[in-house]
């Protein structure tokens, strides 16, 4: 059972990103997926959710508005397209997958390996 986030990198301010998370080893379309991060030194935060019919989405307040996140149940893959960057976004990003929506860390049971994303000023 694994989760590959990619789609990491730098960029400047100001720019987009998308990063995507694959599944494999499970079928996990009918779980809810979704970001978290951790910045360094800083606790590992909620960024998105959404639920596994895309019917639910759930967003931090610091991401509201620049990010969208998306899934498609076909390829088994959630995405997490940020727009409008900034340098207090840079963090590595880890995808996450339940049976349950949550903006709670703990209740996350499957967890992608992260992906970097450094935003430079």
């Known amino acids: 059972v694994q989760l590959q986030a990619s789609g990491g990198g730098l960029v400047q301010a100001g720019g987009s990103l998308r990063l995507s998370c694959a599944a494999s080893?499970?079928?996990?379309?009918?779980?809810?997926k979704g970001w978290f991060r951790q910045a360094p030194g800083k606790e590992r935060e909620f960024v998105a959710a959404?639920?596994?019919?895309?019917?639910?989405?759930y967003y931090a307040d610091s991401v509201k508005g620049r990010f969208t996140i998306s899934r498609d149940n076909a390829k088994n893959t959630v995405y997490l397209q940020m727009n409008s960057l900034k340098p207090e976004d840079t963090a590595v990003y880890y995808c996450?997958?339940?049976?349950?929506?949550?903006?709670?860390?703990?209740?996350?049971?499957?967890w992608g390996q992260g992906t970097l994303v450094t935003v430079s000023s």
């Open positions: 959404i639920s596994w019919t895309a019917g639910s989405t």
């Open positions: 996450v997958a339940d049976p349950y929506i949550s903006t709670t860390k703990d209740d996350y049971t499957y």
């Open positions: 080893g499970r079928t996990f379309s009918r779980y809810a």
